[in-house]
């Protein structure tokens, strides 16, 4: 479970940011702490597979992982979602010398290789997600190279990420997740049971809801088609 300090950094000093039009940004709960997210316990097999490949400093994926994605952990919606992050989206190894390529640089495989560790150390999605959400936060603005501040703010350990990232080192790393992904028109690329959503990325929750076979069907399906599709 998420501590109250790393909802609350999110609630109070991250999200205000980007969420500057929301009118009651003190009542905005990331990570599913809602009182009523709990009930809903569909079977593992019901779950929808929402699979996003990017690149951790493409701006589109920076944006659609801090904006868009975020709304899963505020409804009851991650509760019926697998939810499956893969950030070498274009990278490729370079074969001559066994190295790895990124599109936007060096950092860019670094901020990847921390994101992929963060996803092997905590199988817990509400930490791995908090974790990548500060991360992409300092992309869109630039900061990446603090990166190593989210693990203070977020009171998330740092030595476990660490160590995954001094051991396996980004070669090894992105090894295995790159052949995953063939090279990309755009990203993110959001798949929805294994199908791409293309472009609508941003409207994955009604492609999600579409999908859900289970019940009971979640509060955040109800209303989609008529207040905000
Ligand atoms: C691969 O690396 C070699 C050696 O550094 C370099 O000469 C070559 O241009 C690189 N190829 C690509 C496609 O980046
Ligand atoms: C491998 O080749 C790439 C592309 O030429 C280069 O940027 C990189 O520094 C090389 N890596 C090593 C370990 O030599
Ligand atoms: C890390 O990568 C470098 C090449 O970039 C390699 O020489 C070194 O052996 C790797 N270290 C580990 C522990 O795998
Ligand atoms: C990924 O592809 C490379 C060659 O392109 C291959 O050597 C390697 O075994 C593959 N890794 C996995 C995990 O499939
Ligand atoms: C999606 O693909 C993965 C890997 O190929 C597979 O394990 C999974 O069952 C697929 N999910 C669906 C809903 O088809
Ligand atoms: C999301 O869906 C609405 C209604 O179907 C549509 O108007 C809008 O263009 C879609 N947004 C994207 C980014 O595709």
Redesign the pocket.
């Known amino acids: 479970m998420v501590s109250p300090k790393l909802a609350m950094i999110f609630a109070l000093t991250l999200l205000p940011f980007l969420f500057i039009n929301k009118s009651d940004a003190a009542s905005y709960y990331p990570f599913g702490l809602h009182g009523d997210g709990a009930e809903v316990a569909p079977f593992a097999s019901q779950k929808v597979d929402l699979s996003v490949y990017y690149a951790s400093l493409s701006q589109p994926s920076a944006t659609f992982i801090v904006k868009n994605l975020e709304e899963i952990f505020h409804s009851d919606l991650i509760n019926i979602i697998n939810l499956h992050l893969v950030p070498w989206a274009n990278a490729y190894v370079n074969k001559t010398n066994q ?1 790895i390529i990124c599109q936007n640089g060096p950092d860019e495989c670094e901020l990847n290789s921390l994101e992929t560790c963060a996803l092997n150390v905590w199988n817990d999605v509400s930490k791995h997600y908090a974790l990548i959400y500060c991360f992409e936060f300092l992309a869109i603005e630039g900061r990446q190279k603090n990166w190593q501040d989210c693990f203070s703010q977020l009171d998330l350990p740092e030595e476990p990420v660490l160590n995954c990232y001094t ?6 790393i992105g090894q295995k997740y790159i052949n995953e992904t063939a090279p990309l028109e755009f990203l993110p690329l959001v798949m929805v049971n294994n199908e791409s959503i293309g472009k609508e990325y941003e409207n994955f929750t009604r492609y999600v809801c579409e999908a859900y076979r289970g019940t009971p069907v979640p509060a955040a399906c109800n209303g989609w088609s008529t207040n905000k599709f």
């Open positions: 190295s051991r396996e080192n980004a070669t090894e």
